[in-house]
């Protein structure tokens, strides 16, 4: 009897190790899996960086060209290649918009003003004074309770989640991971919000109208990093 139980342990030690060895083998095969993705993505990176710098370098000296053999004409620095601008302006009015939260309190109520096309507008405040409400119930972010009153696009009713296209919105806190660089924030965002199909081109494109329209190429290989965490 004792002997017949020694024999079944014996049995079932193998049975144990191989449940390890897999188990480690599972571990290695996918630490090498995404290490060879990192790789591959960082590859990536440093062929998109470089087509990117040649790609700046020679518009840099063909518009030295152009303006030393004809310095008459007014040339724009940079020539947007991927994203396409707005050629109908977009003039923002709203009447009376308010919100109610789901527990009845109203937070916001009776704003009236517009955005004319252009222009650049400030809204100041003391710290809860409904700022931050306002601008949700006007983007369509308010999810957390129910907006009232009228938005108007160019004089027609329109809903804020239309509004999406033509306007873009930055929190308070950042939402952005802070172990990646500048260039691939703004290559996965333009992934996220352009539509289904976008190929790769077109997305390397936006992405270069980006960095340029917004003076980043000195730092867009940098780290962004976090309060807790400093970037390079």
């Known amino acids: 009897m004792f002997s017949n139980t020694g024999g079944d342990d014996n049995q079932d030690f193998p049975l144990q190790y191989q449940y390890v060895l897999l188990s480690l083998l599972a571990?290695?095969?996918?630490?090498?899996?995404?290490?060879?993705?990192?790789?591959?993505?960082?590859?990536?990176?440093?062929?998109?960086?470089?087509?990117s710098a040649a790609l700046r370098e020679s518009e840099h000296y063909s518009l030295e060209v152009v303006q030393n053999l004809m310095p008459f004409l007014d040339i724009k620095k940079h020539r947007l290649r991927g994203l396409a601008?707005?050629?109908t302006p977009v003039d923002l009015d709203f009447q009376d918009l308010g919100l109610q939260l789901k527990d009845?309190?109203?937070v916001l109520q009776g704003v009236t003003g517009s955005f004319p096309s252009g222009s650049m507008a400030a809204i100041l405040g003391p710290s809860g004074a409904g700022k931050t409400t306002f601008m949700n119930v006007l983007t369509g972010k308010a999810h957390y309770g129910t907006a009232t009153g009228r938005i108007c696009m160019n004089g027609e009713e329109t809903i804020a989640s239309e509004l999406r296209k033509y306007r873009g919105f930055v929190p308070?806190?950042?939402?952005?991971?802070?172990s990646l660089t500048v260039r691939e924030q703004?290559?996965?965002?333009?992934?996220?919000?352009?539509p289904v199909g976008t190929s790769e081109s077109r997305l390397f494109f936006i992405v270069e109208d980006v960095i340029n329209v917004l003076q980043l190429s000195l730092v867009q290989d940098s780290i962004v990093g976090s309060v807790e965490t400093k970037g390079t």
């Open 27 to 51: 571990v290695i095969l996918l630490y090498l899996s995404l290490h060879f993705f990192r790789l591959r993505q960082r590859r990536g990176t440093q062929m998109r960086m470089t087509k």
């Open 85 to 87: 601008p707005i050629s």
């Open 104 to 106: 009845g309190t109203q």
């Open 172 to 178: 308070q806190d950042d939402i952005v991971h802070d």
């Open 186 to 194: 703004i290559y996965y965002a333009a992934r996220l919000r352009s």
